[in-house]
């Protein structure tokens, strides 16, 4: 029994009498103006397999403690009117019109690329596999890993086969990607809120693979930043920086630079609404059975009109059939650093 502890570890980040007795003051309060709000905790992570092991998942709860997908279960935007069965308030400041969930996949400066599984069953994080081997990304001078903390928006969905008309190339098949430019560095499977400033469109063979720059709502400096212009003010370099990584990550694996539409330009915050906008729409279409998902899983636990809706019991029964093996993986963070020249 004791060999199966590290196999099958759980974290929560609030006790939930706590997140339920905040949500009407945090969402809509007499203090929901502008500054820090501590995010409530609805969500918890459980771990299964060893972590750098191509078994690894990293499973979500609700805070009644059922299993849920953070593809589809957790709701887009924090100010939605229930939000996994607890009622919340609307918030009064629009500055929380643009506030919206973030699903951590990578904390800043680690390698492993980690994602939602999207063709499994209740989504959980996995390490990408290509070619048999875990995935890491290159270290390139003078970066180390990931230098954001990486993620996804939930509840929203690059339709493969609806093309983009701005950049006129066709979705990538996966939720929205999000850059969070936070000071502090966040932790795999977190739930945080965040506001969105702009968006860069990486074009990645072919297809179109939106990056979201946002931020925490709860960092130190969240309250100065509003669009991407604010970006350029008080964090100089980072989006220059940012443009570099995207364009570059690939060129050790023997890949050619990345390309972008709108010459590498960064989209402001209107824009950027307006993709979130289009691939929620396509999530739905998606939950619905009204569009070709492909290999998508689709199987949610909270969405109750998606003819994908499962019952909390055979939510669990899909987590307890993951097999694991007991054999402890192998931590490969690239210390590498990658020069190239002009």
Same mark, same amino acid.
């Given at each position: 029994?004791?060999?199966?502890?590290?196999?099958?570890?759980?974290?929560?980040?609030?006790?939930?009498?706590?997140? #339920?007795?905040?949500?009407?003051?945090?969402?809509?309060?007499?203090?929901?103006?502008?500054?820090?709000?501590?995010?409530?905790?609805?969500?918890? &992570?459980?771990?299964?397999?060893?972590?750098?092991?191509?078994?690894?998942?990293?499973?979500? @709860?609700?805070? *009644?403690?059922?299993?849920?997908?953070?593809?589809? $279960?957790?709701?887009?935007? %924090? $100010?939605?009117?229930?939000?996994?069965?607890?009622? =919340?308030?609307? #918030?009064?400041?629009?500055?929380?019109?643009? %506030?919206?969930?973030?699903? +951590?996949?990578?904390?800043?400066? &680690?390698?492993?690329?980690?994602?939602?599984?999207?063709? !499994?069953?209740?989504?959980?994080? @996995?390490?990408? +596999?290509? $070619?048999?081997?875990?995935?890491?990304?290159?270290?390139?001078?003078?970066?180390?890993?990931?230098?954001?903390?990486?993620?996804?928006?939930?509840?929203?969905?690059?339709?493969?086969?609806?093309?983009?008309?701005? =950049?006129?190339?066709?979705?990538?098949?996966?939720?929205?990607?999000?850059?969070?430019?936070?000071?502090? %560095?966040?932790?795999? /499977?977190?739930? %945080?809120?965040?506001?969105?400033?702009?968006?860069?469109?990486?074009?990645?063979?072919? !297809?179109?693979?939106?990056?979201?720059?946002?931020?925490?709502?709860?960092?130190?400096?969240?309250?100065?930043?509003?669009?991407?212009?604010?970006?350029?003010?008080?964090?100089?370099?980072?989006?220059?920086? &940012?443009?570099?990584?995207?364009?570059?990550?690939?060129?050790?694996?023997?890949?050619?630079?990345?390309?972008?539409?709108?010459?590498?330009?960064?989209?402001?915050?209107?824009?950027?609404?307006?993709?979130?906008?289009? *691939?929620?729409?396509?999530?739905?279409?998606?939950?619905?059975?009204?569009?070709?998902?492909?290999?998508?899983?689709?199987?949610?636990?909270?969405?109750?009109?998606?003819?994908?809706?499962?019952?909390?019991?055979?939510?669990?029964?899909?987590?307890?059939?993951?097999?694991?093996?007991?054999? @402890?993986?192998?931590?490969? !963070?690239?210390?590498?650093?990658?020069?190239? /020249?002009?």
């Amino acid at each position: 029994m004791r060999a199966l502890l590290p196999l099958l570890r759980t974290s929560w980040a609030w006790p939930v009498g706590a997140a #339920a007795a905040a949500s009407a003051r945090l969402l809509g309060g007499a203090s929901a103006g502008p500054g820090p709000r501590r995010t409530m905790a609805l969500y918890r &992570t459980e771990e299964r397999g060893q972590p750098h092991s191509p078994d690894y998942r990293l499973f979500f @709860k609700n805070v *009644a403690g059922h299993y849920i997908s953070p593809f589809h $279960d957790i709701p887009l935007k %924090v $100010d939605s009117e229930e939000e996994n069965g607890i009622p =919340t308030k609307r #918030a009064r400041n629009d500055e929380y019109e643009n %506030v919206f969930n973030m699903v +951590v996949e990578v904390p800043r400066w &680690t390698n492993a690329k980690m994602e939602i599984a999207t063709k !499994e069953p209740l989504n959980p994080i @996995k390490q990408d +596999v290509k $070619d048999g081997k875990l995935r890491y990304v290159a270290n390139i001078f003078p970066h180390k890993g990931y230098i954001w903390n990486y993620g996804a928006l939930p509840q929203t969905w690059e339709d493969p086969h609806r093309k983009d008309k701005s =950049t006129d190339c066709c979705g990538d098949n996966d939720p929205i990607d999000v850059c969070e430019i936070g000071s502090k %560095v966040l932790s795999r /499977g977190e739930v %945080v809120h965040v506001k969105i400033l702009g968006v860069l469109a990486l074009i990645d063979q072919g !297809e179109t693979d939106w990056k979201l720059i946002a931020i925490n709502v709860n960092d130190p400096e969240a309250s100065k930043f509003h669009d991407i212009e604010d970006v350029k003010k008080y964090k100089p370099g980072y989006l220059e920086a &940012t443009l570099n990584w995207f364009r570059f990550y690939k060129i050790p694996e023997g890949k050619p630079e990345n390309q972008f539409a709108f010459n590498g330009e960064f989209k402001n915050k209107a824009f950027a609404l307006e993709v979130i906008k289009s *691939a929620h729409e396509c999530w739905r279409a998606l939950l619905m059975d009204k569009c070709d998902g492909g290999a998508i899983n689709c199987t949610n636990v909270q969405v109750c009109d998606s003819p994908f809706h499962c019952s909390q019991e055979e939510a669990r029964s899909l987590v307890e059939s993951v097999s694991f093996s007991l054999n @402890k993986g192998s931590n490969e !963070e690239d210390q590498v650093w990658h020069f190239l /020249g002009k």
